[in-house]
C-alpha cells in the first residue's frame, strides 16, 4: 500500500491529504491515465472514528458516476427530510434527483471506497510522509516531504494539490492566509452506546443554552456533538462522560442511557475560506480551501464536490487535451461555492443557537415562512444537498450551460450518470450522431430517450459544458474540439 506514482515532471500531479476529497481526487487522476502520488503524513491504518456522517444527493450523483453510489447506499441508512429548529421540516423525497434523500455513514466508509478504487486504478500512496515546503518554478512544483523516519526527499511534479485540511502544509507553505474566526469553541464529542435507542436517524435540537446531535455508526455506537453556551473552556480541559451527558440532557431532554465511551474530544468550530483556491501551480481543495460548522452536513460533501470540480479539469491539461487556462475555472466556480457553504452552515448554527427576542421572533418567523412557501423550502433543500448550485457561464452562452444535469435516461436503456463513468465527456443528442473519433476515451455519444431536440453536451463533472437548441455536424465538431480537444 505504500507504492510510489511516477513523478514526471511534465504529467504528474501530487495530492497532499489522503481524505475523502485527496482519494477522490486521486481515483480520477488515476483512472484518467494521469500519474498521481498522494502523500499523506499518517500511517496508513483503517479506524472507526469520523469526522462526517451525511453524503448528500449531489455528491451521491458525483459518486454514481464512479460507479460507488450503490455500494454506499447498501452499507448507510437514508432519510428523506431535515428537521432543523425543531419546527422546520426540509423534504427530500421531492429532490429531482435519483438520490431523493440523505444517506447516513460515516466518514470511514466512503474513504474506503474510494482508496479501493484509487489504489486500483494505479494512484501511488506515500503515508508517514509530510509535507516541509514547496517551490514552484515555470514547469513544475517541488515539494520537500519528510518521513517519520526523519529521511527527507524532494518530490516533483508538474501540478500539486492541497487537500491536507484546515491546517494545510500547503496553504502555508505558498503563504495564503485563512481569514475567519471561531464561531462556536468547547464543543464536546464523543463516541459512545445508548441504552434507549432515538425515535429518529439524526437527532439534533437547540434549547437554551445547549445544542446536540446524535448520529449512528452502525456498529452499536453514536456520535455526540454537543454544545453548552454556558460552559466554555479550552480545547485542552479534560472531558468526561458526565459532561457530554449533560449537554445532551439540556438539548434534547434525556441522555438515551449513554455509556462505555470508546472516544472523546472537544473541539472549536470556525469559519475561514482562502481567498484564493489557487497560486500558480498549487491548488486547494476541502478543509484546505474552507472550513466551516457541521450543520447541514455539508463538509465533506463540498470537499468531494471540490474534487469533482478539480480533477476533469487537470486531466484534460495534464494530458494536453486542453490549454492551462481551463484551471482558472476551478477558482470561479468553487470559491462561491464556498462562501455559499460558510453563509448558510453559518446561519444554520447561529438560528438554531438563538436566545435574544429579537433573534427568537426572526427565527420563528423564517420557520413560518419557509413551511408555509414550498418553492422557498426546495431553494433551502438544493442549497445543502449541493443540487442547486449552477455554475456562472460565459457571455453569450446557451441557458443551460453551468446547470446540473440530472440523471437522465438515453436512448437503449441507459442513464447520464452511467455514461460519465471514466470521467467522460457525455454528448447527448436528438439524433444519431458519430462524433467521438479519436476522442472516444474521453468521450461518450449517446441520444436522449425522449424527444427533445436540444444537443447538450456535458462535462465529466455532471454540468453542462456546451449546448445548442439546434445543432448541424459542423457545429458539434467545433463545440467538441475546443472543449474535449
Known sequence: MNGTGTNSTTSSVIIVGSGPTGLLL?????????????????????????RAFVLHARTLEQLDARGLADELEAVGRPLDRLRLFARLTVELDTLPSRFNHLLVLPQYEVEKVLERRAVEAGAGFR??????????????????????AGATEELRAAYVVGADGMRSAVRNAIGLPFPGHSVIRSVVLADVKLAEEPDTLLTVNAAGDAFAFLAPFGDGYYRVI?????????????????????????????????????????????????????????????????????AGGQGMNT???????????LAQVVGGHAAPELLDTYQAERHPVGRSVLRSSGGIVRLAMAKRPWELAFRAALTSFLNGVAPARRKVAGKITGIGYKYEAPRGSHRLTGTRVPDVALAGGGRLYEALRGGRFVLITPDAYDGSGARKDRLAVARWASDRRTTVLVRPDGYVAWAADSADPVTIESALAARVG
Open 26 to 50: 486521486a481515483g480520477d487522476l488515476a483512472t484518467a491515465g494521469i500519474p498521481v502520488t498522494l502523500v499523506e503524513r499518517r500511517p496508513h491504518k483503517v479506524g472507526n472514528l469520523s
Open 127 to 148: 503515508y508517514e510522509t509530510e509535507v516541509t515546503g514547496l517551490a514552484q518554478d515555470a514547469d513544475g512544483v517541488t515539494v520537500q516531504v519528510r518521513t517519520t
Open 226 to 294: 454537543g454544545w453548552n453556551r454556558a460552559r466554555n473552556v479550552p480545547d485542552s480541559e479534560p472531558l468526561d462522560l458526565d459532561e457530554v451527558k449533560e449537554v445532551t440532557r439540556l438539548a434534547l431532554g434525556r441522555d438515551f442511557g449513554m455509556y462505555d465511551a470508546r472516544w472523546m474530544s472537544r473541539f472549536h468550530s470556525d469559519e475561514r475560506q482562502a481567498p484564493a483556491y489557487r497560486v500558480d501551480r498549487v491548488f486547494l481543495a476541502g478543509d484546505a480551501a474552507h472550513v466551516h460548522t457541521p
Open 303 to 313: 470537499g468531494l464536490q471540490d474534487a469533482a470540480n478539480l480533477s476533469w479539469k
